[in-house]
C-alpha cells in the first residue's frame, strides 16, 4: 500500500507540477482589451449619448432666444355677432354750418349699423429697443449653461471610463479564479482516477477515494459560483459598451504595475484643472451673476418701436376699414413695493452660495486625490511584497523538489509547499488587480477621459 500511495502522490504533484497538466479552456468569445472596452464605450455608451443630446439641445435654446431680438409680429382676429345695435348719433350741425346750405347735418341724424357678422383685425409689429440688453444677458446666461451642460457631459465619460475598467478588472478577478477553480478540477479527476484504481487494486482506503470525491465536488460548486458572478459581471460591461447584453467575450491579462511616481501637490493641481465637477462649480457662479444681473435688468423700462394695424369688417361704412399707426412703446413699473430689491437681494445671495459651493468642490476634490494616491502606493507596495513571496515559494518548491528526489523528504512536505506556491500566485494576482483598480481610482480622480 505504501508503494501505491507513494507512486498515487508522485502522479499527483507531477500533475500540479505540469508533467500532465493542460492548459485552461479559453473563455469562448473574443478578447476583449481594455483600450478597446473603453474606446466602444465612448462610442457607444447611452449615457454618454444621451449627455451628448443635452448639449446640442442648447444650441436650440440659444438660436430661439435669438430670434428675440427680431421684430415681433402678432395678428390678432375677432369673429362676432353683435347682439346689441351699433348707432352712431350727429346732433344737428355738427359738422359745421354753412353759408347757402345750413348746418350739416340739418337735423338730428343716427346712422345704424346693421346686426350682421362681423370680424376685428388688429395687426401688430414691435422691435424691442431696451430689451436688447435683456436679451442680450439671456444669452450669456444660456451660453453659461451650454458649457455647464458640456461639463456634465465630460464628467460622465470619465465616469463610464471609470465604471468600464472597474467592471473590467472584476471580471479579470473572477475570470482568473474560474481558471484556478478549472485547474483545481482537473487535478481532483486526475487524483479521483488514480484512488479508484488504487481501491480497487486494494492497495488504498475507502475513505482516501471518497476525500478525493468531496474535494472535486467542493472544486465543481466552487467553480459554479464563480461562472455565474461572471456572466452578470459580463452583461454589465457589455450594457457599458452599448452592445447586446449576450455578446460573449474574454479579457486580456492583466499587465506588470507601472512603477511611475506622481507628486501629491501637482496630481491636486492638475485635476483641479481638469475636473468638470470644478468648471461646473465655477460656471454655476457665473450662471448666478447673469441671474442677479437679469435681475437687475428689470429697472429698465421697456422700449419698443411698434407698428399697429387696426381693420373693422362689418362695422357699418361710418367706422373707417383701416386704422394704422407708428410710435414707441414703454412698459415701465415704477412703483413695486420692493418686490425688485428683495429679488435682486435674493439673486446677490445665491452668487455668494455658489462661490461658496466652488470653494467646497476644490477642497473635496483635493481630498479625494490624496485619499486615491495613498491608497495607489499601499497598491503598489503591496505588488512588490506579493512578487517577492511568489519568488520565494518558487524557490521553497525548486529546494523541496530536489530534496524529494534524494530522498531527502516526504512527498507531504512538497505538496504543502506546491499549496503555498499556489496561494502566492493568487495573492500577488490579486495584488496586482488592486493596484491597476486602485490606478484607475487615481486616473478618475484626477480627471482623465481615457
Not at 166 to 193: C, F, K, M, V
Not at 372 to 381: G, I
Not at 412 to 426: F, P, R
Amino acid at each position: 500500500m505504501r508503494s501505491a500511495v507513494s507512486a498515487m502522490a508522485v502522479a499527483s504533484l507531477a500533475f500540479q507540477a505540469g508533467g500532465i497538466c493542460q492548459e485552461p479552456a479559453a473563455a469562448s468569445g473574443q478578447t476583449l482589451t481594455l483600450e478597446r472596452a473603453i474606446r466602444l464605450a465612448l462610442e457607444s455608451n447611452r449615457v454618454i449619448k444621451s449627455a451628448d443630446l443635452e448639449l446640442r439641445k442648447f444650441e436650440d435654446r440659444l438660436a430661439a432666444t435669438r430670434t428675440k431680438r427680431l421684430p415681433a409680429l402678432d395678428w390678432y382676429v375677432l369673429g362676432s355677432q353683435r347682439l346689441t345695435a351699433l348707432d352712431f348719433l350727429f346732433p344737428k350741425g355738427a359738422f359745421g354750418v354753412y353759408p347757402g346750405v345750413g348746418p350739416v347735418p340739418a337735423a338730428n341724424t343716427t346712422i345704424r349699423a346693421p346686426l350682421q357678422p362681423a370680424a376685428l383685425l388688429i395687426g401688430k409689429v414691435d422691435q424691442p429697443l431696451s430689451q436688447q440688453y435683456q436679451i442680450g444677458l439671456g444669452l450669456g446666461q444660456l451660453k453659461v449653461g451650454q458649457e455647464i451642460a458640456r461639463e456634465q457631459e465630460r464628467l460622465k465619460r470619465q465616469t463610464v471610463v471609470s465604471d468600464v475598467k472597474s467592471a473590467y478588472y472584476q471580471i479579470l478577478q473572477t475570470q482568473s479564479a474560474l481558471e484556478s477553480a478549472e485547474e483545481a478540477i482537473r487535478l481532483y479527476r486526475e487524483l479521483d482516477r488514480l484512488t479508484d484504481q488504487y481501491v480497487s487494486q486494494q492497495v488504498a482506503l475507502k475513505s482516501e477515494s471518497l476525500e478525493v470525491k468531496t474535494r472535486l465536488a467542493k472544486a465543481e460548486y466552487d467553480a459554479l459560483t464563480l461562472r455565474n458572478p461572471l456572466a452578470t459581471q459580463q452583461e454589465h460591461l457589455n450594457s457599458l459598451m452599448g452592445r447586446e447584453l449576450a455578446t460573449e467575450f474574454s479579457v486580456s491579462p492583466v499587465p506588470e504595475a507601472s512603477s511611475t511616481e506622481t507628486d501629491l501637490a501637482a496630481a491636486r493641481r492638475l485635476a483641479l484643472e481638469r475636473r468638470p465637477e470644478v468648471r461646473q462649480a465655477s460656471l454655476k457662479v457665473r450662471q448666478a451673476e447673469f441671474d442677479r444681473r437679469i435681475k437687475k435688468a428689470e429697472y429698465i423700462p421697456s422700449v419698443s418701436l411698434n407698428f399697429t394695424y387696426f381693420s373693422p369688417v362689418n362695422y357699418g361704412g361710418i367706422v373707417p376699414s383701416n386704422i394704422a399707426s407708428v410710435g414707441l412703446l414703454l412698459d415701465w413699473e415704477p412703483f413695486d413695493w420692493g418686490r425688485k430689491r428683495h429679488e435682486l437681494a435674493e439673486k446677490s445671495k445665491s452668487v455668494e452660495e455658489a462661490t461658496l459651493a466652488l470653494k467646497e468642490t476644490e477642497d473635496q476634490i483635493a481630498i479625494e486625490v490624496g485619499s486615491k494616491f495613498r491608497k495607489l502606493q499601499e497598491a503598489r507596495q503591496l505588488v512588490a511584497i506579493g512578487r517577492l513571496a511568489q519568488e520565494t515559494a518558487r524557490e521553497n518548491l525548486r529546494v523541496a523538489q530536489n530534496r524529494y528526489s534524494q530522498q531527502a523528504s516526504l512527498l507531504k512536505d512538497v505538496l504543502q509547499v506546491q499549496t503555498s506556491l499556489a496561494q502566492a500566485d493568487n495573492q500577488y494576482q490579486q495584488a496586482l488587480l488592486s493596484f491597476w483598480t486602485a490606478k484607475a481610482d487615481f486616473e478618475r480622480a484626477l480627471g482623465e477621459e481615457e
